[in-house]
């Protein structure tokens, strides 16, 4: 368990906890609680959902549910239904498929799958728009669920169980969702290199009252030919102030 992921699941069991011991805990319990831990706003929010779920305000539910496409709430209907044979597990059973699985026992293992999958689409909630579509989230929240279940022997308590499994399954959204950000950055600047190799060989182009190599813009603007290249198979060969026959 690396030190993060240890150290939010220490924090959410003290007020887990608190919670039981006192009877509710309030937003600025959780806020000052996580205070100085790298949670982005996502995570923290999840950890509020996850604390007082049984007080969530109606219209903080419908806010999140407005940020959903029709295809989105219809897709996770559709995915909760089929989630509703799953039968309710009480605390007691929990913990002790919980110390059964930290052995490593498989039929334990799968047992806590049944009992976390409704888990996956209340965490897809949180990440949506962001740039990865529902069912991607909530594919990848299923894999993070399948093998959470399998390494809760690093954790000290049983107790601390769905803590990890929680902290493990937004771990896996917030990596997709950082992966597909990487990807849009790379796609923008691949967008603005077609368009820098474009603009210079027009503007060389209109100097010289002719069609231009690609030597020529290497000669003129320093670039490595495997920047011109790349821009100008991009475009299908679609830059028509270069000289393809000549290159």
């Known amino acids: 368990m690396d030190n993060l992921q240890k150290e939010f699941t220490k924090r959410l069991e003290r007020l887990t906890e608190k919670k039981k011991l006192e009877g509710e805990v309030t937003g600025k319990d959780i806020e000052l609680e996580f205070e100085g831990l790298d949670l982005s706003d996502a995570q923290l929010e999840i950890a509020k959902n996850f604390l ?11 806010d999140k549910s407005d940020l959903l496409t029709e295809e989105e709430q219809a897709y996770l209907k559709e995915y909760e239904e089929s989630l509703s044979f799953l039968e309710e597990a ?17 039929t ?27 069912e991607d989230l909530v594919g990848e929240g299923n894999v993070a669920l399948t093998r959470g ?40 600047k691949a967008v603005e290199a077609v368009n820098e190799v474009a603009d210079k ?47």
């Open 52 to 62: 007082l779920s049984d007080k969530v305000d109606d219209n903080d539910n419908k």
């Open 149 to 188: 279940v399998t390494m809760l022997d690093v954790i000290e308590k049983p107790e601390e169980g769905k803590s990890y499994i929680t902290k493990f399954i937004m771990d896996a959204m917030e990596e997709a969702v950082s992966d597909s950000l990487d990807e849009d950055a790379r796609g923008q």
């Open 90 to 106: 009480t605390e007691d059973e929990i913990i002790g498929h919980t110390i059964a699985a930290m052995s490593g026992d498989r």
């Open 201 to 247: 060989a027009n503007e060389l182009s209109k100097e010289l009252n002719r069609k231009v190599t690609v030597e020529e813009i290497m000669k003129e603007t320093g670039w490595d030919k495997e920047k011109i290249i790349d821009a100008i198979l991009m475009t299908g060969n679609k830059i028509e102030s270069i000289d393809y026959e000549e290159n």
């Open 108 to 134: 334990a293992q799968q047992k806590l799958i049944e009992i976390y999958l409704p888990l996956v689409p209340e965490i897809a909630r949180m990440y949506a728009q962001q740039g990865v579509y529902i």
